[in-house]
């Protein structure tokens, strides 16, 4: 079964708010609410990774020494395995917008549970719900 390596991060606003994206329709699982972020490319370290994807997903910059390790999630879909490790952001520079016409929503940990997530995103609830 093949592996898949993705990375994602909560982004914490001021407020104490986790940032969610829809998928847009046409993508798999299109519809559902996830954390932003991407597949790991060849050579590149998990930080590289949300640097690139929030540069291009989202229009904001974040800095490598921003981005804390929290947790993983390890996930078996029906055509591959799934490894995410899960980091949180509270500093960035510029303003956070959908450069790929998915609907942003910023949540209350609390409430993460009331939006449809991918199974893989689930697990990791619990672990936000303690970040403010």
């Not at 606003?13 to 969610?20: F, K, W």
């Not at 932003?36 to 590289?48: H, L, Q």
């Amino acid at each position: 079964m093949k592996l898949l390596l993705v990375v994602a991060v909560a982004l914490v606003d001021a407020d104490g708010r986790i940032l969610l994206a829809q998928r847009p329709p046409g993508k798999s699982m299109a519809g559902l609410w996830e954390f932003p972020g991407g597949k790991i490319e060849p050579g590149e370290r998990p930080e590289e990774t949300l640097i690139r994807e929030l540069a291009e997903e989202l229009g904001i910059t974040v800095k490598a020494d921003c981005l804390a390790p929290l947790t993983f999630a390890s996930h078996v879909y029906e055509d591959f395995h799934l490894l995410m490790p899960l980091y949180v952001c509270r500093r960035w520079t510029g303003t956070i917008q959908g450069r790929e016409g998915q609907a942003l929503k910023w949540v209350r940990p609390r409430q993460l549970r009331d939006y449809p997530m991918p199974p893989a995103d689930e697990p990791l609830i619990p672990f936000l719900l303690d970040l403010v």
